[in-house]
């Protein structure tokens, strides 16, 4: 049962200008979504989360926008840097955050 | 630097055959969750412990285990093993209990022959 979908496996964006990475998720009973960035070789990273009750959370160049109605979630880089580059996963969980759901991931190709 | 390593880094076994893969956390950390992750896949969440308890499981079948020690290092063992268990391994665990935020180790890569 694949509760959380992205469903874009690549992204390519030129440095400087924004990536929009998207999810989707069917269980709306999820409290928290989460975005983790992998590099090549090592384990994923947390990088920002966001709460069901809320719709934005920024923390630097990343905002996430939490869509309820829709179920669906977007993370935004902006600029995007070559660093950036990097396959990212959503993720949600209840509040016990004692499960967790991954979507298959997108890979960012930020072109210098 | 995340802290968190895993051992071995590789591995290969034959079907049939057991495997313990191990984890080892920061001091604190007294939540650990174990991830598998098929290639081109996201990681498909296998169980939690806290405070060496089983605390949340996925859609895993019993053969898959697991143990975790009071000096924050925590064990995962298939039994019988399929070559559908071929895949990355990952363990994550986060401090002062079940949190959002966790902290990934490396990852052990199994090949079953």
């Known amino acids: 049962d694949q509760q959380v979908k992205q469903n874009s496996p690549s992204l390519s964006v030129q440095e400087g200008r924004i990536s929009i990475l998207n999810c989707d998720y069917t269980?709306?009973?999820?409290?928290?979504f989460l975005w983790y960035k992998k590099y090549p070789a090592e384990g994923p990273t947390f990088l920002i989360s966001?709460?069901?009750?809320?719709d934005k959370n920024e923390d630097g160049r990343f905002t996430v926008f939490l869509n309820k109605s829709a179920k669906h979630l977007s993370l935004h880089i902006v600029p995007s840097q070559p660093g950036d580059s990097a396959v990212y996963f959503c993720?949600?969980?209840?509040?016990?955050?004692?499960?967790?759901?991954f979507g298959s991931g997108t890979k960012l190709n930020v072109k210098p | 630097e995340t802290g968190v390593t895993q051992s071995p880094t590789h591995l290969i076994k034959t079907r049939g055959q057991q495997v313990t893969l191990r984890c080892s956390s920061q001091?604190?950390?007294?939540?650990v969750s174990w991830y598998q992750q098929a290639l081109g896949q996201g990681p498909q969440f296998i169980f939690q412990?806290?405070?060496?308890?089983?605390?949340g499981r996925g859609n895993f079948p019993p053969r898959f285990s697991g143990l975790q020690f009071p000096n924050y290092s925590s064990e995962l063992n298939v039994n019988a093993l399929e070559l559908d268990d071929s895949a990355l391994y990952l363990c994550a665990s986060s401090e002062e209990g079940p949190r959002e935020t966790q902290y990934f180790g490396p990852g052990t890569r199994l090949l079953v022959l």
């Open positions: 966001i709460s069901s009750i809320k």
């Open positions: 001091s604190g950390h007294n939540t």
């Open positions: 993720a949600a969980s209840d509040y016990n955050f004692n499960k967790f759901y």
């Open positions: 269980n709306s009973m999820f409290d928290y």
């Open positions: 412990y806290y405070r060496e308890e089983e605390n």
